[in-house]
């Protein structure tokens, strides 16, 4: 009781003595905390909204495309419990706010059904007596920016212009999100449906079933593909749907885990830095207190409990702010308490294994106060040596030799740096890569920048009116389908698009670039997908029709998670190839994609349908939001590891400023001496935190693109002059803090007294 | 009655590398309640290892030390602080004030660890900080005073756990004249309220003060007398040398 009255006085005085560094530390350990939260819970399978939205709206598991109403039994398919639909599905166009997105409109009943309905989420279901009601499905709403009772006006195939009204928002877990997953789903009445698209032909049919187990998928998607031939358009299960919502998540998830994980170590060892710089500033007082009477090892559990607690204080904020972050952003039971948990606890018991061999020395401090705990002295180091020979200023000379006396905490310093600018090197190699997508997008399978659709107009029409502008450089025919791949029951994107003579110019990473009919390239993912290597042979069913390919490249694929197969228009089946269901218009270099695409409108007086692409980099903008919070969290412990540094280099130098000034050092000089010896340490550090991070960044990001799907060849390194300037700033910051304690220290009037 | 402190035969000799460095050479030395001993010698004779051995923040090599009729140079390190809290009272050249607490901080602290209650201690300090002039300074950081006023906090310190022993290793070591003579005429104040104190000096004069002169020389005792007093005692007492 009495040690803990005392120790409670002593922590309270030292913690008041050093608020900005307690702070510091406080603040860095909780940034890192939040980032690993953040992360495990971005990572965590719980937080998918599929698993939520499914158990909201009772799924579907297995989601089946036909030409017409399935005339076969799916319902009686073994381990189906329950159907969805059929229900008509017709693809139109929404005209919003000038942009014009694709969604697919489904005919469902005004009584929702008992599986796969959709749970409204503002104002209503559809409604007999309000006819052109149209309820829309959240994420597509959220992108094209509706609100109740707005209107919602769809062109059809033919042209048509039709105006609903936006009665009610819903959230379902049919399809993935929009814009990830396309086109956007609309539900409005049967009745409604026909009279806006009256064409059978033009429309297809989609029916749900739910599985009594959902691992059972595969086989019953796969029954239901030799059950329906070749009436079958396209087929999903729900691992799809879920592996679209969680795309960002993971990356997000992925990049803030590595951080994170990084990032503790550099707090641990800040930590570490930190409570020994203390300690070894405190040798004085922790003597004076055990004359007073504490022992070893209440002393060193009083540093450990003052040093532990800022620790463990960041430790609880970090968990809040992180907690906070997820729940406001996923909902609150969007957190899973066990990794929250192993993560608290992980992060708590590095925190108190850091400061604990500093607070373990602490305690064996020897109780005679007068015995002076000044730095190992001795010959002059190797570097100071060659910093005599090459005759560099007095102040210099002894700055260098000062930098080295402590070999442990200038290790601890010159580490401590380099991790966190290794970090924020990799951060840079992040922004860089995704600055890349957007100055090449070429780079990114985008080489087009513009995509016409005929719309009203003849599929000739719109080629020749797009091959006329004058800022277009090539038109590329092309068609997206829907395969079955063999043994996966599922449907994969095929892409045709180009002839095999004259190929898109894909961004072949491996091999080389389809050169005739029968070859095609792959992404990332499909390779995954189906086990296949280049130079292997797949055969996939379009419609009905097989096509047989050869794959001789992999490109860089950032759709679908990668899982798309490209190939020349020719290789298609002329059924599905003619006339080509777009125009990929690449552009002069220079040219600006919206005013060709304002002038292809005014061409056309609004009969074609442009689109610009959407560069992956925007999608991913969060990124860099996540990447400069991380870059500042990195920031605060180089800087808690330079204060330790600088307060310590400062505490070795109290006896010798007298002595130096009596020398004859100008305060100029010995302000240089001073910052020299941290500053040596910062450049050391900062130095070969960049030379790592360099190393290292490319082949993370191609690890990160290989495991996602897009495939290998996106890594960028940041560029030298942002490497050049990231070290100057960080060294440059460096100094600056150093200077000002230098500079004090340097002008003060050095009392002669021994410590 | 029994002495407060006793040694045997104290023996310290120090490591340096394969040298052995005695310090302190078989020092017999016994120190009765209220008595004011100063121990003098020249630098190296062993004067501040004996001081330190006292109070248990050195390891003697060999022999006895005895405190308050209980042997102690046995006691662990850990049983020798908690030993200090309630006994030993400590007062060094350089003040050793905790440097991050305040002056009233650093008096309770000595106070809470004997086993004080906040209130208690609180009260001990006020008593102490009035009794040495410093009450206004209670709030102040220890940098913000001058050597005297520190040394004088620093034996309000070392008095604020009441205990047995004040050991005080050069106390005006670092103190200009005027200073010297105010912390002086505390430590010769709180003698006679019967306080037992060891003093370790150089200066003749400070050793005056106190009414045994204990001279050491190369670790050993060379001259154990007590100091006559010219108002206070008699004349022609017998000076007893050993």
Redo the contacts between chains.
């Keep these: 009781?009495?040690?803990l009255?005392?120790g409670g006085?002593?922590i309270r005085?030292?913690l008041?003595?050093r608020t900005g560094q307690a702070v510091l530390t406080v603040l860095a350990v909780a940034g890192i905390v939040a980032a690993l939260i953040t992360a495990a819970t971005l990572l965590e399978d719980s937080t998918n909204p599929w698993r939520s939205l499914s158990a909201q709206t009772d799924g579907a598991h297995v989601w089946i495309y036909t030409k017409d109403s399935p005339q076969v039994p799916l319902g009686g398919i073994d381990g189906v419990t329950q159907t969805a639909g059929p229900y008509r599905s017709a693809p139109v166009t929404v005209a919003q706010n000038g942009k014009k997105e694709p969604a697919s409109l489904r005919a469902m009943p005004a009584t929702p059904p008992a599986v796969a309905h959709p749970v409204v989420a503002e104002g209503r279901w559809l409604d007999p007596s309000q006819p052109d009601g149209v309820v829309v499905e959240r994420s597509f709403a959220r992108s094209l920016g509706l609100r109740i009772g707005a209107p919602f006006t769809i062109i059809t195939i033919n042209g048509e212009r039709h105006t609903l009204y936006v009665r009610g928002i819903a959230d379902s877990a049919d399809q993935g999100f929009y814009p990830e997953w396309t086109p956007g789903l609309a539900y409005v009445l049967p009745l409604m449906l026909d009279r806006v698209e009256p064409m059978l032909g033009r429309s297809e049919w989609v029916t749900g079933l739910r599985l009594a187990d959902p691992e059972a998928s595969q086989v019953v998607s796969q029954r239901a593909v030799v059950l329906l031939e070749d009436r079958l358009q396209r087929v999903y299960t729900w691992r799809e749907v879920r592996a679209a919502m969680e795309l960002d998540n993971r990356l997000l998830g992925t990049l803030l885990a590595l951080f994170g994980v990084v990032g503790l170590v550099a707090a641990a060892l800040a930590l570490a830095n930190a409570a020994g710089g203390r300690v070894l500033g405190q040798l004085?007082?922790l003597?004076?207190?055990?004359?007073?009477?504490?022992?070893?090892?209440?002393l060193a559990l009083l540093l450990l409990a003052e040093h532990g607690a800022l620790g463990l204080l960041g430790v609880a904020i970090g968990t809040l702010a992180g907690w906070g972050v997820m729940a406001a952003m996923l909902g609150a039971a969007s957190v899973a308490p066990v990794p929250v948990l192993a993560i608290v606890g992980g992060t708590a018991l590095a925190v108190l294994a850091a400061v604990g061999v500093p607070a373990w020395r602490g305690g064996r401090t020897?109780?005679?106060?007068?015995a002076p705990a000044a730095p190992p002295r001795g010959h002059l180091s190797r570097l100071a040596r060659l910093a005599l020979l090459v005759r560099l200023p007095p102040a210099l000379v002894l700055g260098t030799r000062d930098a080295f006396t402590r070999r442990v905490p200038a290790f601890l310093t010159a580490f401590g740096l380099a991790v966190p600018m290794m970090m924020i090197t990799i951060g840079l190699g992040v922004w860089a890569t995704l600055d890349n997508f957007l100055a090449h997008p070429e780079q990114v399978g985008q080489h087009a920048a513009l995509y016409v659709k005929p719309g009203k107009e003849e599929p000739a029409v719109a080629e020749r009116l797009a091959s006329q502008d004058k800022d277009v450089a090539e038109v590329y025919p092309g068609t997206d389908v829907n395969a079955l791949a063999p043994g996966e029951a599922r449907s994969v994107r095929v892409r045709a698009i180009g002839s095999s003579t004259s190929p898109y110019p894909f961004p072949v990473a491996e091999g080389r670039m389809y050169a005739r009919q029968g070859e095609a390239v792959a992404g990332q993912g499909l390779l995954d997908l189906l086990g296949l290597k280049i130079g292997d042979r797949v055969r996939l069913t379009v419609g009905g029709t097989p096509l047989i390919v050869r794959i001789v490249g992999r490109t860089v694929e950032p759709e679908q998670d990668g899982e798309v197969l490209s190939v020349g228009l020719d290789s298609l089946a002329a059924k599905d190839a003619v006339p080509p269901e777009y125009y990929a218009l690449a552009l002069k270099p220079g040219a600006d994609p919206q005013e060709v695409r304002g002038r292809l409108l005014a061409s056309s007086q609004e009969g074609l349908d442009v689109q610009a692409a959407v560069n992956p980099a925007d999608r991913l903008s969060v990124i860099r939001v996540v990447i400069v919070a991380l870059i500042a969290v990195l920031a605060l412990i180089g800087l808690a590891n330079l204060l330790t540094a600088s307060a310590l280099g400062l505490r070795d130098h109290a006896f010798d400023l007298a002595v130096l000034k009596a020398m004859g050092l100008t305060p100029r000089q010995v302000m240089a001496t001073l910052v020299t010896g941290t500053g040596l340490l910062v450049v050391l550090g900062v130095g070969v935190g960049a030379a790592a991070g360099v190393s290292v960044v490319t082949g993370l990001i191609d690890w990160q693109g290989h495991t996602s799907g897009v495939g290998a060849g996106i890594g960028r390194a940041p560029s030298p002059l942002t490497l050049v300037v990231a070290v100057l700033v960080a060294v440059g910051t460096a100094l600056a803090v150093a200077l000002i304690p230098a500079r004090r220290a340097a002008r003060a009037q050095v009392p002669v007294?021994?410590? | 009655m029994s002495p407060v402190v006793k040694t045997v035969n104290l023996v310290k000799i120090y490591q340096d590398g394969a040298v052995p460095v005695p310090a302190v050479r078989g020092v017999d030395l016994q120190v009765e309640p209220g008595e004011f001993v100063a121990i003098m010698g020249p630098s190296g004779s062993g004067k501040?290892t004996l001081v330190?051995m006292l109070?248990?923040?050195?390891a003697r090599t060999s022999g006895e030390i005895w405190l308050d009729g209980k042997r102690v140079d046995t006691l662990s390190?850990?049983a020798w602080?908690?030993?200090?809290?309630?006994k030993i009272g400590?007062v060094?050249?350089?003040f050793?004030?905790?440097?991050?607490?305040?002056v009233g901080?650093n008096v309770?602290?000595?106070a809470?660890?004997?086993?004080?209650s906040?209130k208690v201690a609180r009260e001990r300090r006020e008593s102490l900080l009035a009794a040495l002039n410093l009450t206004d300074r209670a709030d102040a950081a220890p940098a913000q005073l001058s050597g005297g006023e520190q040394q004088r906090v620093a034996l309000a310190?070392a008095l604020a756990?009441e205990p047995s022993l004040l050991l005080a290793?050069e106390p005006t070591g670092?103190l200009d004249s005027r200073n010297t003579r105010d912390v002086l005429r505390l430590l010769s104040e709180v003698h006679k309220q019967g306080q037992t104190i060891v003093m370790v000096t150089h200066d003749a004069r400070v050793a005056s003060l106190a009414d045994r002169l204990v001279s050491l020389f190369d670790g050993e005792i060379v001259d154990d007398g007590r100091i006559a007093r010219r108002r206070t005692r008699t004349a022609g007492e017998v000076i007893d040398l050993r």
């Excluded at chain 1, 003597?287 to 209440?298: E, I, N, P, V, Y």
């Design positions: 009781m009495s040690t009255l005392a006085r002593w005085a030292d008041r003595a004085r007082d003597a004076t207190l055990k004359s007073m009477g504490f022992t070893r090892g209440q020897p109780p005679i106060p007068a007294t021994s410590r | 501040s330190h109070g248990g923040l050195d390190e850990s602080a908690l030993l200090r809290r309630k400590f060094f050249q350089f050793n004030l905790v440097a991050n607490m305040t901080d309770e602290l000595p809470l660890l004997a086993g004080a906040p310190r756990n290793d670092n």
